[in-house]
């Protein structure tokens, strides 16, 4: 179709040519203003570039309200100024808004650090997955919880699994006996700790109760034999004497257990020495309660996690460590006490182990000839943070007489009151 031009008729300017023109000439007027400044900075990268641009469209779109707004008061018709208000908004860098790039909803980002994300965390154990060996109803799972409240427990069936299982992220902590105060010392788990990589970040004290659990109805006089935790048969040896029980004595992984495998089995001529909480949890009975040789009987538990903690100085503190040497004699272990005594570090456990790696050490004597001895590692617990520096200077005196030192961990101690009390 052709055009129809007719000369008696005059074409009438078009208002919004002219705002584009005053847009246009307005822009060119910033950007000679802003010369100066980008001068040198415009090409060296590209986020001085975007900010350029986004200054430069911040002004043209600020002009263009202006102008519209002034020019809507001279117009008749509304409805042009806010048409021309929206196509200059389109016509900066030919986007509607002055975003270079598109912002998401505000909803859905993530929302900024306050001082309450950084105060410290909820008491430790609120939601962590504790370890301990055996299953529900052992003692090691009330010091669990002791340790850790609402925590979720996982039982596993031997202390290496326990290891195993914070080691591979299957559990946040674990929570394992070492020394009782009537039995001694676990050492199973001492070697377990030399063993792996795990830290310790924490100790509690578990007072134990034992009783003498059997099916209902079964009587004293009618059991063959009783099946515990070596360390609790240990710990009831002189008790189930006077009570008259001459039978055949089992040892089971852990006391629970032996509570459980009575119960699954039906087993009315065996008993079982556990906590009153397995007796309820597995439909037996209590025939004696409180069968312990001492009434002051408590486990010492370590809480063991994959990273260390930060030692501080603001409460009482104690230290794991283990250390060889490879030199006869004792002198050395005395120069090893006497870098405690000489700084007023009390030490409140020292325990030997045979070295698993070279258990025998041969030695030449002209006069006797060839004799052999053991090649122990020491486990020693002082008390003392690592974050003081005479804990510090003993260590590093330590080094200087050893062939090996660990440090296993630096924790707070249990300072919990305590008094033989019934374990539920």
Not at 103 to 111: G, R, T
Request: with cysteine; aromatic share 6%; net charge neutral.
């Amino acid at each position: 179709m052709q055009s129809i031009s007719n000369p008696s008729f005059k074409t009438l300017p078009d208002p919004s040519h002219h705002r584009r023109r005053r847009s246009h000439n307005y822009s060119l007027r910033v950007l000679s203003d802003l010369r100066p400044s980008l001068a040198g900075g415009i090409g060296n990268c590209r986020s001085d570039f975007r900010s350029s641009c986004a200054i430069l469209s911040s002004k043209v779109f600020l002009s263009q309200q202006q102008q519209d707004s002034s020019s809507s008061s001279s117009d008749n018709a509304g409805d042009s100024s806010s048409a021309s208000s929206s196509a200059a908004a389109a016509a900066v860098n030919g986007h509607v808004s002055l975003d270079l790039v598109p912002v998401p909803d505000q909803s859905l980002l993530p929302k900024p650090l306050t001082i309450a994300d950084l105060s410290p965390a909820p008491m430790h154990g609120s939601c962590l997955r504790v370890a301990y060996q055996g299953v529900p109803g052992a003692y090691s799972e009330a010091a669990a919880g002791k340790a850790y409240p609402n925590c979720e427990a996982i039982p596993c069936d031997q202390f290496e699994v326990a290891f195993q299982a914070v080691e591979l992220w299957i559990a946040d902590r674990a929570v394992l006996p070492v020394e009782n105060s009537l039995g001694g010392s676990i050492h199973r788990n001492y070697d377990l700790l030399l063993r792996h990589r795990l830290h310790i970040v924490g100790e509690v004290q578990l007072p134990v109760h034992h009783c003498l659990l059997a099916l209902p109805g079964v009587r004293k006089e009618h059991l063959t034999r009783v099946i515990s935790h070596p360390q609790a048969l240990a710990q009831c040896e002189l008790t189930l004497t006077k009570l008259g029980l001459n039978v055949a004595r089992e040892a089971v992984d852990d006391t629970a257990g032996a509570a459980e495998f009575v119960a699954a089995n039906n087993l009315r001529d065996t008993a079982a020495i556990a906590s009153a909480r397995a007796a309820d949890l597995y439909g037996m009975q209590v025939l004696a309660d409180g069968i312990q040789d001492d009434s002051s009987n408590v486990t010492r538990f370590v809480m063991l996690a994959r990273e260390p903690i930060i030692p501080r100085t603001d409460r009482p503190f104690k230290t794991s460590i283990v250390f060889a040497h490879d030199r006869e004699g004792t002198s050395v272990l005395f120069k090893v006490l006497s870098a405690f005594a000489f700084r007023n570090i009390s030490l409140t456990k020292i325990e030997s182990r045979p070295h698993r790696n070279r258990p025998i050490r041969l030695v030449d004597d002209a006069n006797v000839g060839t004799a052999k001895h053991f090649e122990y590692m020491f486990y020693v617990d002082f008390e003392a943070s690592m974050a003081e520096v005479r804990a510090q200077n003993a260590l590093s005196e330590i080094q200087e007489f050893t062939s090996f030192l660990r440090v296993l961990g630096s924790y707070p101690m249990d300072m919990t009151p305590w008094a033989p009390s019934r374990c539920d």
